[in-house]
């Protein structure tokens, strides 16, 4: 292509003839795409000199041995070694990592909040707001949940974590992720993935913007098995999309911020960092929209567990539990007859946070709002309200379109834990508990009556 830069300021790939501009389709595939022609070497990772003057380097996911190897072979205009240099400990005061446990903090309960309000001058970094974590940072296994506030793009400013893939699920406002691997535009109803180990820079195109984070300690998120659902519906590995190549060519001084072992670390270089002209292999960011979420469920009587509703899955190593599952509440239809159709009273050995997206979660008409967080620790009853419960027990038993409504779930096999923010600060919905204070006995030992 020539020399022309796209809006965004990168000078990016050309994108193949019916695919979106700027992404790839697929998930997990192996790519290749080059900004400039000729850029990505053929036949082979290494040659002994890359054309256009650029250095070969591989960016891994995995273990060199792990089966399949996660990795991607990158032509840049400087090795990585010339964005870091000498290392100096930051303060990130909203951000935490497991394990953080605090003493006057209780984790244990119900909780609901309304959402986190907006504040100002607040980038990427400074507006993460850290919710609850899980698990072990250190040994790779569990993860954080996070509330994003930001109103600011970040200037010759970069991030990448050491620690972590992060999945972000926006709820207002709009972003732009410049990574190293090309560029990926973020609104409400999309999410993205940002693999651990990739830099990039985040600006504002809308704002204000708030939304939420998981942050993955473990292995990286990927398609769930459907079992006897088969190969169609649920999340499809098209309608996932990865950027084309785009670089920046700029001396000018720059800061990268690194999370590692849940500290923030800064180094100051002298040109931007995203220069990678080039790049080939299946370790790369994506951007998938929600509403291709195809939901399945029960077409004739009962009500199928929640993971029927399963986008990706981020495994524990033991089989069926996970270290995280991402599931989503979206649109769609109820018909199943004489069946309680909203989600179930139950006790789970999952801990489920729960964030809403827009419009209104049918277990909880009342409360829980778009931009509100709920958590329901481990082993902690929760389900419907009471007006929920008398609606559903009932409503007539036709066809009813669930509409106008998105909410999604981090479920995670780790208890969560609240943060200071959690507990103190963020604006906690007290009377939340109290939603199930009206439920009525209803016992009657009369035989055969409902």
């Given at each position: 292509?020539?020399d022309?830069?796209?809006?965004?300021?990168?000078?990016?790939?050309?994108?193949?003839?019916?695919t979106?501009?700027?992404?790839?389709p697929?998930f997990?595939?192996?790519?290749?795409?080059?900004?400039?022609?000729?850029?990505?070497?053929?036949?082979?990772?290494?040659?002994?000199?890359?054309?256009?003057?650029?250095?070969?380097?591989?960016?891994s996911?995995?273990?060199?041995?792990?089966?399949?190897?996660?990795?991607?072979?990158?032509?840049?205009?400087?090795p990585?070694v010339k964005?870091?240099?000498?290392?100096a400990?930051?303060d990130?005061?909203?951000?935490?990592?497991?394990?953080?446990?605090?003493?006057?903090?209780?984790?244990?309960?119900?909780?609901?909040?309304?959402?986190?309000?907006?504040?100002?001058?607040?980038?990427?970094?400074?507006?993460?707001?850290?919710m609850?974590?899980?698990?072990?940072?250190?040994t790779?296994?569990g993860?954080?949940?996070?509330?994003?506030?930001?109103?600011?793009?970040?200037?010759?400013?970069?991030?990448?974590?050491?620690?972590?893939?992060f999945?972000?699920?926006?709820q207002e406002?709009?972003?732009?992720?410049?990574?190293?691997l090309?560029?990926?535009?973020?609104?409400p109803?999309?999410?993205?993935?940002?693999?651990?180990?990739?830099?990039?820079?985040?600006?504002v195109?809308?704002g204000?913007?708030?939304?939420?984070?998981?942050?993955?300690?473990?292995?990286?998120?990927?398609?769930p098995?459907?079992?006897?659902?088969?190969?169609?519906?649920?999340a499809?590995?098209?309608?996932f999309?990865a950027?084309?190549?785009?670089?920046?060519?700029?001396?000018?001084?720059?800061?990268?911020?690194?999370?590692?072992?849940g500290?923030?670390?800064e180094?100051q270089?002298?040109?931007?960092p995203?220069?990678?002209?080039?790049?080939?292999?299946?370790?790369?960011p994506?951007k998938?929209?929600?509403k291709?979420y195809?939901?399945?469920?029960?077409?004739?009587?009962?009500?199928p567990?929640p993971?029927?509703?399963?986008v990706?899955?981020?495994?524990?190593g033991?089989?069926?539990?996970?270290?995280?599952?991402?599931?989503?509440f979206?649109?769609?239809?109820?018909?199943?007859?004489?069946?309680?159709?909203?989600?179930w009273?139950?006790k789970?050995?999952?801990?489920e946070?729960?964030g809403?997206?827009y419009?209104?979660?049918?277990?909880?008409?009342?409360?829980?709002?778009?931009?509100g967080?709920?958590?329901?620790?481990?082993?902690i009853p929760?389900?419907?309200?009471?007006?929920?419960?008398?609606?559903?027990?009932?409503?007539?038993?036709?066809?009813?379109?669930?509409?106008?409504?998105?909410?999604f779930?981090?479920e995670?096999?780790?208890?969560?834990?609240?943060?200071v923010?959690?507990?103190?600060?963020?604006?906690?919905?007290?009377?939340?508990?109290?939603?199930w204070?009206?439920?009525?006995?209803?016992?009657?030992?009369?035989?055969?009556?409902?």
């Amino acid at each position: 292509m020539d020399d022309a830069r796209a809006p965004h300021g990168l000078i990016q790939a050309e994108t193949p003839v019916g695919t979106h501009p700027g992404y790839m389709p697929g998930f997990g595939n192996d790519f290749e795409t080059e900004a400039l022609p000729g850029a990505l070497p053929q036949g082979m990772n290494s040659p002994q000199r890359c054309n256009y003057g650029l250095y070969g380097e591989q960016l891994s996911g995995t273990a060199f041995t792990a089966n399949p190897p996660e990795r991607t072979w990158c032509y840049r205009i400087r090795p990585s070694v010339k964005h870091s240099h000498r290392y100096a400990r930051i303060d990130l005061p909203y951000w935490k990592s497991a394990p953080h446990v605090i003493e006057d903090v209780t984790s244990l309960g119900q909780y609901r909040w309304d959402p986190v309000p907006h504040g100002d001058g607040l980038t990427w970094l400074t507006g993460m707001r850290t919710m609850t974590t899980a698990g072990d940072v250190n040994t790779q296994v569990g993860m954080a949940s996070h509330i994003y506030l930001v109103n600011d793009s970040m200037i010759d400013e970069y991030f990448f974590s050491a620690d972590s893939e992060f999945l972000v699920v926006p709820q207002e406002g709009r972003l732009r992720f410049c990574t190293e691997l090309g560029v990926i535009d973020l609104e409400p109803q999309e999410i993205a993935i940002l693999p651990r180990g990739l830099l990039y820079r985040v600006e504002v195109l809308e704002g204000p913007c708030r939304g939420f984070v998981c942050e993955n300690y473990g292995q990286k998120f990927e398609l769930p098995g459907r079992g006897p659902i088969g190969a169609n519906c649920m999340a499809n590995p098209r309608d996932f999309k990865a950027p084309v190549a785009a670089y920046e060519d700029r001396e000018v001084p720059s800061r990268v911020v690194i999370k590692w072992c849940g500290q923030f670390h800064e180094t100051q270089i002298g040109q931007s960092p995203l220069d990678v002209v080039a790049w080939h292999g299946n370790y790369a960011p994506y951007k998938y929209d929600l509403k291709t979420y195809c939901p399945v469920g029960a077409i004739l009587f009962d009500h199928p567990d929640p993971s029927i509703f399963t986008v990706l899955t981020a495994p524990s190593g033991q089989p069926g539990t996970a270290n995280i599952d991402f599931v989503l509440f979206r649109e769609r239809w109820m018909v199943a007859e004489d069946t309680f159709r909203p989600p179930w009273y139950h006790k789970n050995i999952m801990s489920e946070l729960m964030g809403n997206i827009y419009g209104q979660y049918d277990a909880k008409p009342q409360g829980f709002i778009p931009g509100g967080v709920s958590l329901h620790n481990m082993m902690i009853p929760h389900g419907p309200d009471r007006e929920a419960f008398e609606k559903a027990s009932n409503s007539n038993h036709g066809p009813d379109k669930l509409d106008r409504t998105m909410s999604f779930m981090f479920e995670t096999r780790f208890p969560q834990h609240l943060t200071v923010f959690a507990g103190k600060e963020a604006p906690m919905q007290d009377d939340y508990i109290d939603c199930w204070e009206s439920l009525e006995k209803k016992f009657d030992g009369t035989p055969g009556k409902k």
